[in-house]
């Protein structure tokens, strides 16, 4: 009975996880986005110079779709995204595990202006609120996201 107990007490958040995925699919089919699903295992791998990948029977696990995805676009597929497992080696740490859920999209002709609106657009509909806190900060969704460059983030 204990593990039974054990498993009915996270029933809470597997209910909350399932409707975030849901209303993240809903997001993307809203905005013609297909979902696809590419291959788990792969015969060669990203190379990466900080993940390292799982390998499995002599082939690895994908650490992200990115190359598959990438395939499908530069086939005419113009808006894919994906939910998928992902395997990362040596991953284990306070906010990292071996492996996880991945969301993944791509759209052709699309710049990285409006990947981050497209981003900021998704957190206003998981997060109805116009504030949350996160460790222990409260983050104001009423106002526009601020946009950095990357050397900007790395400064801070």
């Not at 809203?30 to 060669?44: D, F, K, M, N, Q």
């Amino acid at each position: 009975m204990d593990g039974n107990w054990a498993l009915m007490r996270r029933r809470p958040r597997l209910e909350q996880r399932a409707r975030i995925v849901q209303m993240i699919r809903a997001f993307f089919v809203a905005r013609e986005y297909l979902e696809v699903e590419t291959p788990h295992r792969l015969p060669g791998n990203a190379p990466e110079a900080h993940i390292d990948a799982v390998t499995s029977d002599g082939w690895f696990l994908q650490t992200s779709p990115e190359l598959c995805m990438k395939r499908l676009l530069a086939a005419g597929y113009k808006k894919l995204f994906q939910i998928c497992r992902c395997w990362r080696q040596a991953e284990r740490g306070e906010r990292h595990l071996p492996e996880f859920a991945m969301l993944e999209w791509y759209a052709a002709d699309c710049d990285y202006h409006r990947l981050m609106d497209e981003c900021e657009m998704l957190l206003r509909v998981l997060v109805p609120k116009s504030s949350f806190i996160y460790q222990d900060e409260t983050i104001d969704l009423d106002q526009p996201f601020e946009r950095l460059t990357v050397a900007q983030a790395f400064e801070r």
